[in-house]
């Protein structure tokens, strides 16, 4: 397992699609109970830590999603 780079509260940005967002909670490594997706993923994804965060969508609405680590970054 690595060690999380964010916590609770921390402003990040989704590297991919720009949106910033803020995260609401941590898991160390992946936790279905989290995806809402059903997410099929390389299990080297898997064990790095994810986040759920409240990101702010193209229209200004806020939108829960749970990213893993990769595709976020500080603001």
């Given at each position: 397992m690595t060690e999380a780079k964010?916590?609770?509260g921390d402003r990040i940005?989704?590297?991919s699609m720009g949106h910033h967002g803020v995260v609401v909670a941590v898991d160390r490594e992946?936790?279905?109970a989290h995806?809402?997706?059903d997410l099929s993923?390389?299990?080297s994804i898997r064990d790095?830590?994810?986040y759920k965060v409240t990101l702010e969508d193209?229209?200004?609405?806020?939108v829960d999603s749970y990213l893993s680590e990769s595709q976020?970054?500080?603001e």
């Open positions: 964010f916590s609770v940005r989704h590297v992946y936790s279905p995806d809402d997706n993923l390389n299990p790095n830590p994810w193209e229209h200004g609405k806020a976020i970054d500080a």
